[in-house]
């Protein structure tokens, strides 16, 4: 009769680390790839830079003993956790596995991602968070439901101090969603992954709406309608792919500057054809993204939220290798107007670009704030408020360059000199007024407009001359409201000079908490 061999405590090691790398076995992980997604593991390696990633807390097991968990093993308890470089810099991550107990979150998993919190909050480090997650672990009752908690209040320790960044992956739903929405950036990939507070059957349940998870949850459903999703990848790969190219233009804390790239060769100067892009005809639309293209470097330029409230550009490019926020009314898109998802969304990414460091570019063609029941039913006193309130509480750089239209209250809303703006350029075509020509014509001139032969006649006399006189930057620019009116091929220079110039800006505040945001 052989004796049984003992292992080495190497051997041992060897054999855990095999089961760990195992994850939820061959047959479950070709499933996930048949789904055409990755595992957690691929996902960590194409995520860091080749051969950075250090795992932590590989064997760490749950606890659970009740309801048919008694010596299941669930490989890391379901979450891969560890760090490594991304562009060179330190970054934390975790990354749900599906193929282990479908990635279901538990005490243990919880404090897993809990604990790499802490870690990049110490650090001064980034945290990116792959969600890939059938849900709370009902067999762990309230300690998951402890565990969720955890993670909510660590995300609300963490925003404001590093970077945030959840990639949707898989499933997501009930109270899993919440952690990704307070980070500063959701990613989502399409098709494959679903976020919902509840799902298709609970709703038709309790409502009787049929509708799929897809059309429900899906990335398109939440980067067009819900605003939620700030990304959309076409596979995993990508997704990735845009949380590092995100993480290029971030700072890794906010005590640090944001990341500039030496630029060699710049070119200072821009083309003549900006000039030709917008019409001679203000009531005309143009594609405000032309403009931003042939502003920023190498026509290189980061849209966020580029499908929610497209009457609002939002993203980062860099000027001269800094980088910068860019927030651009869009005249394709409802002329331009801001309205109450486009508050929402500019009044975010500001206050963002605010806690990091990272100044503001403004481009403004605005015809003002967008009419109608729906939107004052809704609310737009308060939420175009939070504009208002975003840049004046924004200390990072603002310059503003004003383009065409800045009327009324949604001028004030885009960063004017009143609301803080460091400097203030203006193109020829600016027009700065209360309202427009039309309109304000037929209230300044009303009388005579009634008392002549031809009213109407006189009505476009008086437009013509309400325009030449007031739609104009001359007036704005004589009393102080403007640095300079400038040529659109010139507008680069400018935007470079200036913010090398306020680099240096150092503002300071009254000492507070936080202000009250009209939430």
Same mark, same amino acid.
């Given at each position: ?52 990633? *250090? ?205 500039? *790239? ?35 470097? /190498? ?65 403004? /063609? ?7 029941? /729906? ?145």
């Amino acid at each position: 009769m052989s004796e049984k061999k003992e292992m080495t405590k190497t051997e041992r090691l060897r054999a855990k680390r095999a089961s760990v790398l195992a994850a939820g076995g061959k047959e479950k992980i070709d499933k996930q790839h048949r789904a055409g997604k990755m595992t957690a593991r691929e996902r960590l390696e194409a995520l860091y830079d080749g051969g950075t990633f *250090l795992e932590n807390q590989s064997f760490v097991e749950h606890r659970c003993g009740q309801f048919g968990m008694e010596g299941q093993e669930i490989p890391g308890d379901g979450v891969l956790t560890g760090t490594g470089l991304i562009n060179g810099r330190t970054v934390f991550a975790f990354s749900q596995d599906f193929t282990c107990a479908g990635g279901s979150v538990g005490e243990m998993h919880a404090k897993k991602i809990v604990n790499i919190m802490r870690d990049a909050l110490k650090c001064g480090a980034p945290v990116i968070g792959i969600n890939d997650s059938g849900g709370a672990r009902i067999q762990e009752g309230v300690d998951a439901l402890s565990g969720y908690g955890t993670i909510f209040y660590h995300n609300t320790l963490l925003s404001g101090v590093v970077p945030q960044i959840s990639i949707i992956a898989g499933p997501c739903a009930g109270g899993a969603v919440y952690s990704p929405a307070i980070t500063d950036f959701v990613i989502q990939v399409r098709g494959s992954a679903q976020m919902f507070i509840a799902g298709p059957s609970v709703i038709k349940a309790a409502t009787g709406e049929e509708i799929s998870a897809e059309k429900l949850g899906g990335a398109d459903a939440h980067a067009r309608i819900s605003g939620n999703v700030h990304f959309v990848a076409e596979n995993d790969a990508e997704a990735l792919a845009i949380a590092r190219k995100l993480l290029s233009f971030l700072p890794s804390n906010n005590v640090s500057d944001p990341p500039a *790239l030496p630029i060699q060769d710049m070119v200072v100067t821009g083309d003549q054809s900006l000039a030709r892009i917008v019409p001679e005809d203000p009531r005309l639309p143009y594609d405000m993204h032309q403009v931003i293209q042939q502003l920023v470097d /190498d026509n290189d330029f980061l849209e966020v939220h580029k499908d929610f409230a497209p009457n609002l550009i939002v993203g980062f490019a860099r000027f001269g290798g800094m980088p910068v926020g860019v927030v651009a009314n869009q005249p394709m898109h409802l002329a331009g107007v801001l309205d109450i998802n486009a508050s929402d969304k500019g009044a975010r990414f500001i206050r963002f670009c605010n806690i990091f460091n990272i100044p503001l570019v403004n481009l403004v /063609d605005v015809p003002g704030f967008l009419p109608g029941v /729906d939107q004052e039913h809704g609310g737009i006193i308060r939420h175009g408020a939070k504009m208002l309130f975003a840049y004046a509480a924004t200390s990072s750089p603002k310059i503003t360059v004003i383009i065409r239209k800045a009327y009324g209250g949604a001028y004030l809303a885009m960063c004017s000199r009143d609301m803080g703006a460091d400097r203030v350029f203006a193109w020829p075509t600016a027009e700065i007024a209360v309202m427009g020509a039309e309109g304000a014509a037929g209230v300044v001139f009303k009388k005579e407009i009634e008392a002549a032969a031809s009213p109407k006649k006189m009505l476009q006399e008086k437009i013509a001359e309400y325009r030449e006189r007031f739609a104009n930057p001359y007036v704005a620019a004589s009393r102080g409201g403007i640095d300079e009116v400038i040529e659109p091929p010139e507008t680069r220079r400018y935007l470079i000079q200036s913010l090398t110039a306020l680099r240096a800006k150092r503002e300071t505040r009254p000492p507070k908490k936080h202000g009250n945001i009209p939430l």
